[in-house]
């Protein structure tokens, strides 16, 4: 089965700072890349999504960029702010009748 | 409604006992999934119910834990003998197909085992 790895695990920034957090996947076959906000209490929110046929998707200061290749997924934030502290998670799946498969989570401190 | 609804939002039980855990998906939405999260940690699959088809339960961690979708709308995650390695977040999430839909997620239920 797909699986998904994420990195880092906790990432702190001061605001202003760029984040990136990176995703890989195992499975070749995998075209839809989706990336949630978690916030403290709260279910999960999709933030952005990618699918296989391009590489770099932008919205406002959040961007993702995939590698099919390298089978690699990223999500950029820039000018980070207070707000976009949370919890992020990065996902892959097929299409059809397939689960998507959830990184570990990566915990961004923004620091004012 | 609005969006994905889960009841009851804090649960605690003692060891031992059963609970069940409900999620309202968005109406229309055909796939359904239930995830556990644990403190600190992902999102890790339970089951997934699409129309008709038979479930995939193949995320179940032991046969404690079960779960049914009637009538294609509402579902509920059935925890029998609770212990306490099942504390965690269980989310629910409901998307208009499955895979290439965006799935949206309800707020969850926290559940404790004392």
């Known amino acids: 089965g797909e699986n998904v790895e994420q990195h880092p695990s906790t990432l702190s920034v001061q605001e202003g700072d760029s984040a990136v957090i990176k995703c890989t996947y195992s499975?070749?076959?995998?075209?839809?890349f989706p990336w949630y906000k978690q916030e403290l209490g709260k279910g999960p929110q999709l933030i952005i999504d990618?699918?296989?046929?391009?590489g770099e998707k932008k919205d406002q200061r959040i961007a993702v960029t995939l590698n099919k290749t390298a089978k690699h997924f990223s999500l950029h934030i820039t000018e980070t702010q207070p707000e976009d502290s949370a919890v992020y998670f990065c996902?892959?799946?097929?299409?059809?009748?397939?689960?998507?498969?959830f990184g570990r989570g990566t915990s961004l401190i923004v620091h004012p | 409604g609005a969006g994905v609804s889960q009841s009851p939002s804090n649960k605690v039980t003692e060891k031992g006992k059963d609970v069940e855990l409900r999620c309202d998906p968005i109406?229309?939405?055909?796939?359904l999934y239930w995830y556990r999260q644990s403190l600190g940690q992902g999102l890790e699959f339970l089951i997934y119910?699409?129309?008709?088809?038979?479930?995939?339960k193949s995320g179940l961690p032991s046969d404690r834990f079960s779960a049914e979708r009637t009538g294609g709308s509402v579902s509920t995650l059935t925890i029998q003998r609770t212990q306490q390695e099942d504390s965690a977040v269980y989310l629910c999430?409901?998307?208009?197909?499955?895979?290439?839909?965006?799935?949206?997620f309800g707020q969850g239920t926290r559940l404790t085992v004392v």
């Open positions: 999430a409901s998307s208009l197909d499955s895979g290439g839909a965006e799935a949206f």
């Open positions: 499975d070749s076959a995998s075209n839809y």
């Open positions: 990618i699918r296989s046929n391009v």
């Open positions: 996902a892959a799946s097929k299409g059809g009748s397939y689960i998507p498969t």
């Open positions: 109406s229309g939405h055909t796939a």
């Open positions: 119910f699409q129309g008709n088809s038979a479930p995939d």
